[in-house]
């Protein structure tokens, strides 16, 4: 009995040998900056290979998104143009929904299957803000309408997921002339918490061990008898 004991007790540390990991990655930066349309995740986090970030924007005026990082996380820049006239993003570095109607949206891309456990948000309904809210958006399906929490917590299993300011909404927001005037959501994504579901294979001397004790309990099954 204390042999097959052992037995199963190195089996569950060699399966743990394989246990997925929990990452998380902050998108901080201790100074404000572009960093393109799509960004490696790798910027943000050393050694990360995980996946990457991409900015996107509809609207009248803003068509040329890319991400942009401030102390408390990132968001979308994404100036525009009129008539040959370039016009700034008004709001840059946070996703919002300025000027109405638009959307600005971050869409994060897993390289395989992965555990989303959490998405915390910064500067979502704070400094005098109440009307703040988000669309969810998991492998191309609506998962959060007008969401108003600043942590989302998993596990939801996903490859990717975009997260979008939805501009004025009917329920919350004044809306006025393009935005002017109006109340429109903003925030930036703070960090988000994943952990990589897909199967870890054992090394081949893992097996053989296993094999092995297979082996050896077999036999000292057939002595007893």
Known sequence: MQFLKSLAAGAALLCAAGAAQATTVSFGGSFSNDLGSTVDCSVFS?????FSVAASSSGLLNDSAVVSRR???IGVNAPGGILGFPIPDLQPGQLDGFPEPSQESLTFSF???VSLTSIVLAKLNTGGDSDDEFDLFVDGGLFINNGTSSTVTGPIVLSQFTISAIGGDAANDTNGFFGFGAKFDDFRVKSISYEN????????SSL???????????LRRRKKA
Do not use: E, F, K, R
């Open 46 to 50: 050393a050694g990360c290979g995980d």
């Open 71 to 73: 102390g408390n996380g």
């Open 111 to 113: 390289d395989a299957q």
């Open 197 to 204: 579901i897909s199967a870890v294979p054992l090394p081949a």
């Open 208 to 218: 053989l061990l296993l094999a092995g004790l297979g082996g050896l309990a077999a």
